[in-house]
């Protein structure tokens, strides 16, 4: 991070082929999970299959979301499913992050979410949406299941995969996920997928930012952090 005006600024730098790869396969869903939510994109260049693997990364978030919530659903429950993606396994939610940050984000921004996902909502065949009204119904058959199964990033099926599959059976992924989407905890093994790629991600972050911030900036950051946990839970105790 650094000083502008006073304001510190938090910044990364990657390279297009890794961004493309972690919005295509979810691998670390550490960038992909930062563009499920609205942001300020200052310069885009025309990079066809940048763009294209930005619209397919909203387009897996709607998916996975979809997998998780009930038959019929609000517009803020499906925003707050997909805000919510790149935080479940996060261990830094539990020690350090404010509880109440995936609620806030879609507060605040519910207007952006609608403008960043009502295309994709309304030409996803297996959902009926309602604007207007802000309600949604998706296709909770098997059938239904499997095909969204079928359309999640590469790396959400291989951890589904591992977690259904007994060791030395080596079925193909498609006949796991088949199994899956006729499970009543189909929603359940898709969030603990997305969970495990994302606890591991965050261990890797988290020792990459004290290896480049140093030990006592990473210890600061992570004291505020705190500090805005603690302040978050005293506003909410009556």
């Not at 009930?70 to 429950?77: A, G, I, L």
Request: proline share 4%; hydrophobic share 40%.
């Amino acid at each position: 991070s650094f000083s502008l005006s006073r304001q510190i600024i938090k910044y990364g730098v990657i390279s297009t082929d890794s961004l493309i790869d972690d919005l295509l396969h979810w691998k670390t869903l550490y960038i992909a999970g930062r563009l499920h939510k609205p942001v300020k994109i200052l310069v885009q260049g025309e990079n066809g299959k940048l763009r294209a693997a930005l619209v397919g990364n909203l387009k897996s978030a709607v998916t996975a979301s979809f997998l998780m919530l009930p038959e019929s659903f609000s517009e803020e429950d499906l925003f707050l499913q997909i805000a919510g993606l790149s935080y479940a396994g996060d261990f830094r939610m539990v020690i350090g992050e404010d509880r109440s940050k995936v609620a806030n984000i879609v507060k605040e921004n519910v207007q952006h979410f609608r403008i960043l996902y009502n295309n994709i909502l309304q030409e996803c065949p297996q959902v009926v949406y309602k604007p207007q009204q802000g309600k949604l119904e998706v296709d909770k058959s098997p059938e239904g299941q499997f095909v969204q199964l079928m359309a999640l990033p590469r790396t959400l099926q291989q951890r589904i995969t591992r977690l259904v599959d007994p060791p030395g059976k080596n079925r193909d992924v498609e006949e796991i996920l088949l199994q899956v989407a006729q499970d009543p905890d189909c929603g359940s093994v898709v969030q603990q997928g997305i969970s495990s790629i994302v606890k591991s991600s965050s261990i890797t972050q988290t020792a990459k930012g004290i290896a480049t911030a140093g030990l006592l900036k990473s210890l600061s950051y992570s004291t505020k952090k705190l500090q805005k946990m603690w302040k978050g839970w005293r506003m909410k105790t009556p």
